[in-house]
C-alpha cells in the first residue's frame, strides 16, 4: 500500500516547496491591478464577446482619422476634414460609449463578484485600487484619442507629401494635442468611475454614465436657448461635453467659430471665457475623485 | 512571539456588539475558531486582515500591528472568504496566477507557484475552463488557492467548507490539515462545527457573543469536556458508588452511567470496578462531544 501512495505521489505530489524569492509588496500590486484592468479594458483575456464594444468604438474613433489617411493617399492637395482640436466634438459620444460600457466592467464586476475582499486583504491599500482602476480607464481611453489623433497627423502630413516638412513645420500641434488628450481622457475616466463604482449592476452603471453626459448636454442647451448669452452660458458647465470643447479650444487657444453651423457654436454664444472650462474640469475632476474615493473608503468587502 | 494576539479587540455596531474586548494569544498551529453563527468568527478574521475597522483595540499577526503595517503583514497573509469571491469569467489559471501578482510575485514565480497550487487543490485540466461553469467544491478549491499561491505563513479561512456536500467536506478538510501538517503554514480556520475543528486542528479557540469562551489545545479539550458512558448488565448503584468513592465525577443516565474524562486512568477505575464487582459491561464509549455542551458547562463537566 506504501508503495502505491508513494507512486502516485511521485506523479502528482511533488512535494511542496517554500517560495523564498522576493515580495515585490504594494507598489507591484497596484501596478498588476493597473495592467490587468486595462486590459480588461478591451476584454483581453476574456470571452470574445467582451471584446466586441470596446474594438468596435475604438475603430469607430479611428474612422475619421483613417478617412483623412485615405483622402491624402487619393488627393495630394491638402482637402481638410478633421482638425486636431475639433476631432474630439466628433467622437465625444463614442468615447462616452466607451466609459459607459467599459467603466462597470472595470468596476462593477469586482463587486458583483465580491472579488473585491480579495484584493483589499492583500497589500492594496483601499485607494490604491481606486487608483488603478482610474489610470486603467484613463489610459485605455488615448486609444480612442491620442491614436486618432496620431493618425490625423499622419494623414495631413502625408498630403503634404512632405512628411519630414510637415513634421518640422507642426511639432508645434503635439504638446497641445497630447494634453487636450491626456486631460479629456482623464476628466471622462473619472466621471465615469464616479458614477459607476456607485452599483455593482452593470445596466445601471451604463444607464447612469450615459444619462449624465445626455441629459447634461440636453439641459444646457435648452438653458442657453432659453436664458440667452449671459446667463444662459454658464449652463454650458452643467454638460461635460461642453467643458470637454471649452478647454480643448483653450489649450489650442483657439476661439469658438461664430458660424451657426459650427460644432463650437454654443461656446461662442455663451461667451465665458475659455479658461473658465479648464476650471470647471478641475472642480469637477476634484469632485469625481473625492466621489470615488469615499465609495471605497466605505464600501464594505 | 505569538503568531496572533489581540488586546481588548472590540467591534460594536448600532444595537449589536460583534466582539467584545477580545484578549487573545495564538502560537502557530492548526487553530480552530468555534461559535455559533454571529459568534463574531468573520468579524474577527476581517478586522486581523485589516478589512474591518476595530471600534477599540490592537492586534498583531506574525508580529505586524494589525492597524500601522497592515499592508505589510497580508503579504504573509493568505485569506479564503466564507462568500463567493471568483470572478465567473476567468480561468483559474489566470484568476490565481493574477492574484499571486497581486501579493508580490513576480511573473515567472506566480506562474509556477499557480500551477503547483492548483495541482495540490486538485485542480487539473478544468483550471483552464472559466469559473462560473464549476461545481462549489471545485469553486472552494480555487478559493483555497488564491489564499495559498503566495506562500502565505498564515492562512485564514473563514468556514471553508460551507456548502460542500459530505464528500466534498471531507476533502476540503484533508486539503486544510495537509496544507497546515505538511507544509508548515499556519492556519486560522473558523467553523460553526465542532467535528470538523476536531479532525483537522490542533488548537481551539470558542468564542460566542464577541467573547472569548476558551482558548486551548484541542487534547486539554476533550480531556476537560469529555465524557465516558458506561453500560453494564444490572443494577449499575455499586460500581456508582464505587467510582464516586474514587473520586470520578459520575452521573446516571437511564440505564448508563457517564463519568468525567480526565485522563486514561478513568478507564483503569472502570475496568477494575467492572472485574472486581463481576458485572457485564454492555457498552464503554467515549462520548462525542457537542458543540452546545460545550457552550452550555464552560467550565467543563
Known sequence: ?301 | MPMLETRGLTKRYPGVTALDSLDLSLEPGIIGLVGANGAGKSTLIKILLGLLEPTEGTGTLLGFDIAAQGPEVRQYVGYMPEHDCLPPDMSATDFVGHMARISGLPRTAARERTAETLRHVGLFEERYREIKGYSTGMKQRVKLAQALVHDPRLMLLDEPTNGLDPAGRDEMLDLVRRTGSEFGIAILMSSHLLGEIERVCDHLVVIEGGRLVRSGPIGEFTARTGTLLVEIDGDHAPLLARLKAAGLRVAEEGRALLIAFDDDRVYDLVRDGVAELDLGLVRIEQRRQQLEDIFREPAGV
Not at chain 1, 481622457?185 to 454614465?209: E, N, P
Not at chain 1, 448636454?217 to 471649452?246: E, N, P, R, V, Y
Request: glycine letters at 8%.
Open chain 1, 1 to 301: 500500500m506504501s508503495e502505491r501512495q508513494s507512486a502516485s505521489g511521485n506523479i502528482y505530489d511533488l512535494g511542496y516547496r517554500r517560495y523564498e524569492g522576493v515580495r515585490l509588496g504594494r507598489r507591484h500590486a497596484v501596478v498588476t491591478l493597473y495592467l490587468h484592468s486595462l486590459r480588461a479594458a478591451f476584454g483581453l483575456g476574456r470571452p470574445a464577446t467582451a471584446k466586441i464594444v470596446p474594438f468596435g468604438l475604438a475603430i469607430l474613433a479611428l474612422i475619421p482619422a483613417t478617412i483623412q489617411l485615405g483622402i491624402a493617399a487619393v488627393a495630394s492637395d491638402i482637402v481638410e476634414l478633421y482638425s486636431h482640436s475639433g476631432y474630439y466634438s466628433y467622437v465625444q459620444w463614442i468615447i462616452a460609449l466607451f466609459v459607459a460600457a467599459v467603466a462597470p466592467e472595470l468596476v462593477g464586476r469586482d463587486q458583483r463578484s465580491r472579488t473585491l475582499t480579495l484584493y483589499f486583504s492583500r497589500s492594496l491599500l483601499r485607494v490604491d485600487y481606486a487608483i488603478a482602476k482610474v489610470a486603467a480607464l484613463t489610459t485605455a481611453l488615448f486609444v480612442l484619442t491620442l491614436l486618432p489623433q496620431f493618425v490625423l497627423f499622419l494623414g495631413r502630413a502625408f498630403a503634404q507629401d512632405d512628411l519630414v516638412g510637415y513634421a518640422r513645420d507642426n511639432w508645434r500641434d503635439l504638446p497641445p494635442i497630447i494634453a487636450s488628450g491626456v486631460l479629456l481622457c482623464f476628466f471622462m475616466a473619472s466621471i465615469a468611475i464616479a458614477i459607476a463604482s456607485q452599483t455593482k449592476r452593470r445596466a445601471f452603471a451604463t444607464g447612469g454614465v450615459l444619462a449624465y453626459f445626455a441629459i447634461s448636454l440636453a439641459m444646457a442647451g435648452i438653458l442657453l436657448a432659453t436664458l440667452g448669452g449671459d446667463t444662459g452660458g454658464w449652463a454650458l458647465l452643467l454638460s461635460g461635453f461642453h467643458i470637454a470643447q471649452g478647454f480643448t479650444l483653450w489649450i489650442f487657444n483657439i476661439e469658438p467659430s461664430s458660424s451657426e453651423t459650427s460644432s463650437t457654436y454654443d461656446l461662442y454664444q455663451a461667451g465665458l471665457s475659455l479658461w473658465v472650462y479648464c476650471v470647471a474640469a478641475l472642480v469637477y475632476l476634484a469632485v469625481c475623485l473625492g466621489i470615488i474615493y469615499r465609495r471605497y473608503q466605505g464600501i464594505s468587502a
